[in-house]
């Protein structure tokens, strides 16, 4: 059984930066592509970058593009998203996924989510 769980929200200043990091049980992660979406409250969860497991390009939204970078720890069996230059616009509760084809930008097995606040 997949287990996905992350850690590393809270509550930041405008300009500021938050490290997310997520840690995957029950599978062979080195060979899943993996994720991260974001919801905010009354919208749809979206796609904020994707990461395959190939090594190969990353994926991301255009909203994030030049802040955020995902990256991965196989041998820790992590994702990470580091996120700077925050804005207000970029809260939400951010979940980590796996993701069967990146180009799809699709979640497949999902953690529980951690909240990043971003204050004006």
């Known amino acids: 059984q997949v287990r996905l769980v992350e850690s590393g929200g809270g509550l930041v200043q405008a300009g500021g930066s938050l490290r997310l990091s997520c840690v995957a049980s029950g599978l062979t992660f080195r060979s899943y592509n993996m994720g991260w979406f974001r919801q905010s409250p009354g919208k749809e969860r979206d796609f904020v970058a994707g990461?395959?497991?190939?090594?190969?390009?990353?994926y991301y939204a255009d909203s994030v593009k030049g802040r955020f970078t995902i990256f991965r720890d196989n041998g820790k069996n992590t994702v990470y998203l580091q996120m700077n230059s925050l804005k207000p616009e970029d809260t939400a509760i951010y979940y980590c996924a796996t993701i069967i084809e990146l180009a799809g930008r699709r979640g497949n097995s999902w953690g529980q989510g951690t909240q990043v606040t971003v204050s004006s």
């Open positions: 990461i395959p497991w190939t090594g190969g390009p990353k």
